[in-house]
């Protein structure tokens, strides 16, 4: 079964979701990401972009962080891997959030807010083609000022 998804181009899957990923979607095929997560282990460890991402959508936001960074401090500090580091913090920041009552340890929300707001400006200072909102990690690349999710004022 392996060789038949590999056939098909785990890396082009995964650039597809990447292109066209929405913070406010679902993205269940849980199945696909962990073959997706093995096989990039297995051929393409250095490929901290793509495994971040199979991270942040599997819900692992310290393991997507900890991707991330590791391909930023190698140099390949994509405007693609700024974003999404900032978006696994906001997925940090909300997982926190909904334990503030029986966990009280680690970055505070204000903290990982700060981080993600930080990144989304090093995006956009990259090059980053995306208006970006810091409040939930939404981009837009068209001319509107504020988030279409949660009204926060675009950076851009």
């Known amino acids: ?74 140099g390949s500090g994509t405007p693609e891997a700024y974003y ?12 926190a959030e909904d334990k503030r009552g029986i966990f009280n340890r680690g970055e505070s929300a204000e903290e990982l807010s700060g981080r993600a707001r930080e990144d989304f400006q090093q995006a956009l200072r990259s090059g980053y083609g995306w208006k970006l909102c810091p409040g939930c990690g939404y981009r837009a690349s068209s001319e509107t000022s504020f988030c279409a999710n949660c009204g926060s004022k675009l950076l851009s």
């Open 1 to 74: 079964m392996r060789n038949e998804i590999v056939s098909y181009g785990i890396p082009d899957l995964i650039d597809e979701l990447i292109e066209g990923y929405d913070p406010r979607g679902e993205y269940p095929d849980h199945r696909f990401y962990q073959l997706a997560s093995s096989w990039l282990g297995e051929n393409l460890k250095e490929d901290s972009l793509r495994i971040g991402f199979i991270h942040l959508l599997r819900g692992r936001y310290d393991e997507a962080v900890e991707e991330f960074d590791r391909g930023i401090v190698a």
């Open 84 to 95: 999404f580091r900032g978006v696994a913090l906001l997925g940090k920041k909300k997982t």
